[in-house]
């Protein structure tokens, strides 16, 4: 299930960079066994999915940011973060076959947040999807990473050459990433190379970088070709 939104996220400058490509409104979406989670754990969560069409691609983009309470055990997290990766896997595998048939060329990924709402035992039932809604709970956000490891050894998942996979980034890796890329065309080529690491990582069963960090450093040590892409900003390459 889906409904049009028209909040954007807020990724730093990259947010802006984006806002001219986006295609239409964001859409919420409902996630399969998030529900569970929201009942097991009185947590709450939101869903949003982007379409950009940048210059050398289209880039969709599922935000999930998950709520827990403050007091949540670190078990617990660990169980909720796999299930709802699990669940975000699932409603992209349609979206994945139907980008196959339109032979489009194109990159998916996916960010997630998830906060720690403390000052309660629990989340204010009255939330209106934009933040906790509870002046007497202070929101943390829980610094968390997935890497090469994650997938290889804790959640296996296809990541054959053949088909394009769901890139997945924690909030903190996302915003650096969009930090240091700046330009659409730059998250694209990023995307692009994080993509290959992963498939040659599984190909390989050994992880080729221990963190996005330090992917993205390598990235900016590699030589690229001049831009010619028309972004809004000059790519940092061109500077």
Same mark, same amino acid.
């Given at each position: 299930m889906s409904h049009s939104i028209t909040t954007?996220?807020?990724?730093?400058?990259?947010?802006?960079e984006l806002v001219s490509y986006l295609q239409a409104d964001a859409m919420a979406v409902t996630l399969?066994?998030?529900h569970t989670i929201e009942h097991e754990y009185n947590a709450q969560y939101i869903a949003r999915h982007y379409q950009y069409q940048l210059p050398l691609g289209k880039l969709?983009? #599922?935000e999930l940011t998950l709520y827990l309470p403050y007091d949540t055990e670190s078990a617990d997290i660990e169980a909720v973060r796999m299930?709802?990766?699990k669940s975000a896997l699932t409603w992209y595998k349609p979206l994945s076959s139907q980008n196959e048939a339109n032979a489009s060329v194109g990159y998916e990924a996916m960010i997630f947040d998830i906060q720690l709402v403390g000052g309660g035992s629990s989340l204010n039932r009255g939330y209106n999807g934009d933040s906790a809604n509870n002046s007497n709970s202070a929101l943390q956000r829980l610094k968390h990473n997935f890497g090469v490891r994650y997938f290889l050894e804790? #959640?296996?998942v296809d990541m054959s050459e053949s088909m394009q996979q769901l890139q997945v980034f924690s909030w903190d890796d996302w915003y650096s990433i969009a930090a240091a890329v700046r330009t659409?065309?730059?998250?694209?080529r990023f995307l692009a190379y994080h993509l290959e690491?992963?498939?040659q990582s599984a190909v390989n069963h050994i992880p080729s970088f221990e963190s996005e960090d330090a992917l993205v450093e390598r990235f900016f040590a590699k030589s690229r070709p001049v831009c010619s892409c028309h972004c809004s900003r000059q790519c940092a390459h061109q500077k």
């Open positions: 954007m996220p807020d990724w730093g400058y990259l947010t802006t399969a066994g998030m969709q983009l #599922l299930t709802a990766v804790d #959640l296996v659409p065309c730059e998250l694209w690491q992963l498939q």
